[in-house]
């Protein structure tokens, strides 16, 4: 592969991610073990890398994504509104067993979310973020820094699938996909990579 390689690392624990509700627009910091995790992150990302810095580092505004990305080592470059998380609409702060209660086999990727985003939007935004990624990428490797949902969309399209596959990817808090290509031919090179150890499992 000519130039650099696709860093997504997911935002680090909150209370509403360790509950398991949908956190779009709410701004919720990192807990203290999502902040641990966080710097945990940094160092396997260091690793991961080879030790060399990014050309481009690129975050959500959140709190929870800055928070992760000062935790975890990173000089961001610009805040970018495109990477916020799936805008959950009506479904803000809920779990998907308490959507299930009135809605029957409710899932984010199979259904639209009231007053909010489909995956068809979901899957634009996520072209529109890869295009400025792929211009970038000559200069060395690109590092976003996002959120899960969001994160999965990602990874789906740069393998030219639909967004609404980003339900075969994993994405768990304060983990790193890493995305290539074979020839010119897209590739998920590694999917939700922890950092293992003290450093991540301590409370």
């Not at 949902?149 to 990602?154: E, G, K, M, Q």
Request: hydrophobic share 40%; glycine share 12%.
């Amino acid at each position: 592969m000519t130039g650099g390689r696709l860093f997504l690392l997911r935002h680090g624990e909150t209370t509403w991610s360790r509950d398991g509700r949908h956190t779009g627009i709410t701004d919720v910091p990192l807990t203290a073990r999502g902040h641990k995790r966080a710097v945990a992150a940094g160092g396997l990302g260091v690793r991961l890398r080879g030790g060399a810095d990014p050309a481009l580092v690129l975050c959500s505004p959140r709190t929870r994504a800055r928070q992760t990305a000062e935790a975890a080592g990173l000089r961001v470059d610009a805040i970018d509104a495109r990477l916020h998380e799936w805008d959950y609409g009506a479904y803000e702060g809920l779990t998907t067993l308490q959507i299930r209660e009135t809605v029957p086999d409710w899932t984010i990727w199979t259904h639209p979310c009231p007053d909010g985003e489909d995956a068809a939007a979901v899957g634009a935004r996520a072209d529109d973020v890869l295009a400025t990624v792929r211009n970038e990428l000559p200069r060395g490797d690109v590092v976003l820094v996002g959120h899960g949902h969001f994160t999965r969309a990602l990874i789906a399209r740069w393998v030219e699938l639909s967004a609404s596959d980003g339900v075969r990817f994993a994405a768990d808090s304060a983990s790193w996909a890493v995305l290539g290509d074979e020839r010119g031919v897209p590739r998920a090179d590694h999917i939700n990579l922890r950092a293992a150890g003290r450093d991540y499992d301590a409370p």
